[in-house]
Nanobody, 117 residues
Framework: VQLQESGPGLVQPSQTLSLTCTVS?????????WSWIRQPPGKGLEWMGA???????YYNPSLKRRASISRDNPKNTLYLQMNNLNPEDTAVYYC???????????WGQGTQVTVSS
C-alpha cells in the first residue's frame, strides 16, 4: 500500500487548501476507512476526518465545518479541502488507511502546509 499526499506547500491566510492523496495497492471503495490527519509543529496528531468505504464522511467538530473530504473512485484518489485557513493550520498533513477495522493502518509520507502571508 502506498499513499502519496500532495498540495501547494504555502497558502495565504483566509484562502482554501486543497490536498490530494493518491493511492496504490488499496481501494478507496473497498478498504475500510480513509482518514486525513495533521500534525502542527511541536504538537500531536489531530484527526481531521475520514471517509468510509461506503462513502460516509465524518469530521472532527473542532474544525468547525471548514474541512471537506471527498474521493474520486475511478482515480482511486482522496481529497481534502479546507477553507478560511489561518496560521494555526500550519502542519504536516497525512492521509491514512485502515484496510480492516483491526488494521494498524498505512500512512503517506505527509505534505507540509504552511499558512503565511
Amino acid at each position: 500500500v502506498q499513499l502519496q499526499e500532495s498540495g501547494p506547500g504555502l497558502v495565504q491566510p483566509s484562502q482554501t487548501l486543497s490536498l490530494t492523496c493518491t493511492v496504490s495497492g488499496a481501494s478507496i471503495t473497498t478498504d475500510y476507512y480513509w482518514s486525513w490527519i495533521r500534525q502542527p509543529p511541536g504538537k500531536g496528531l489531530e484527526w481531521m476526518g475520514a471517509i468510509g468505504y461506503t462513502g460516509s464522511v465524518y469530521y472532527n467538530p473542532s474544525l468547525k465545518r471548514r474541512a471537506s473530504i471527498s474521493r474520486d473512485n475511478p482515480k482511486n484518489t482522496l481529497y481534502l479541502q479546507m477553507n478560511n485557513l489561518n496560521p494555526e493550520d500550519t502542519a504536516v498533513y497525512y492521509c491514512n488507511v485502515k484496510r480492516y477495522p483491526s488494521d494498524n493502518g498505512y500512512w503517506g509520507q505527509g505534505t507540509q502546509v504552511t499558512v503565511s502571508s
